[in-house]
């Protein structure tokens, strides 16, 4: 079965730039996040879809972050503009549902902004 | 408050040692505890589940332990590798709203020769 797939794995921009991540989820998965996880930190949510629907953004700085999921299927996060704190590494993760218990993550995308 | 709290934040082992990781919680109403490893680079892979009724779950040289009364669990690593060089992070589940999945800040792993 394969896996969650995410690119760029890296991404070296400077301040004040505009950045994309994609994410595939894993064939069947209805429910996609993205995680923004700090050096020496654990993942912190940013975003949750149920098919193409927004769950919960809470999280989400929306004067600079985006995401979509416009088919229900794969989803794109953007940050306009970068900021130095902004350097993370931002994983995407799929499960079968809202309520499952068990996120499968793929490898991630190391941000670094200078 | 939901959080997840873990100790020791980084260890370091020689190879071939046990160790322990602890995993403290206040996370409500409670569905599983989750240990996962993460490489670095990597995304997290998931070691152990264990739901309320269950205290003790192994995975080769890991074993978890869950006290749902005190509200704590640990991870034990057997005769340490050092491929076991990673961060594992504790998650717990929650049984109720949309975002279930509190996360710990992790252990940093390192085994040295």
């Known amino acids: 079965e394969a896996g969650v797939a995410q690119s760029p794995r890296y991404k070296i921009i400077e301040k004040r730039q505009s950045v994309a991540f994609w994410c595939n989820p894993i064939?069947?998965?209805?429910?996609l996040y993205w995680y923004q996880q700090i050096l020496g930190q654990g993942p912190k949510l940013l975003i949750q879809?149920?098919?193409?629907?927004?769950?919960?953004d809470s999280q989400l700085p929306k004067d600079r972050f985006s995401a979509e999921r416009l088919k229900g299927v794969d989803s794109t996060l953007k940050i306009q503009p970068a900021k130095l704190e902004d350097s993370a590494v931002y994983l995407c993760?799929?499960?079968?549902?809202?309520?499952?218990?068990?996120?499968?993550f793929g490898q991630g995308t190391r941000l670094t902004v200078v | 408050k939901n959080q997840v709290e873990q100790s020791p934040q980084s260890l370091i082992i020689l190879e071939g040692k046990n160790c322990t990781l602890q995993?403290?919680?206040?996370?409500?109403?409670?569905?599983?505890l989750r240990w996962y490893k993460q490489d670095t680079g990597r995304g997290p892979v998931s070691l152990t589940i264990?739901?309320?009724?269950?205290n003790t779950k192994s995975n080769g040289r890991y074993t978890a332990t869950l006290d749902a009364d005190t509200k704590q669990s640990s991870l034990h690593i057997t005769a340490s590798q050092l491929s076991d060089s990673a961060s594992y992070i504790c998650?717990?589940?929650?049984?109720?709203?949309?975002?279930?999945?509190?996360f710990g800040k992790g252990t940093r792993l390192s085994v040295i020769a």
């Open positions: 993760a799929s499960s079968l549902e809202s309520r499952a218990t068990e996120a499968f």
């Open positions: 995993c403290n919680y206040t996370v409500s109403p409670f569905s599983n």
């Open positions: 998650v717990v589940s929650r049984n109720s709203g949309n975002t279930p999945l509190v």
């Open positions: 064939s069947g998965h209805a429910t």
């Open positions: 264990m739901t309320f009724s269950e």
């Open positions: 879809f149920q098919n193409n629907g927004v769950v919960d």
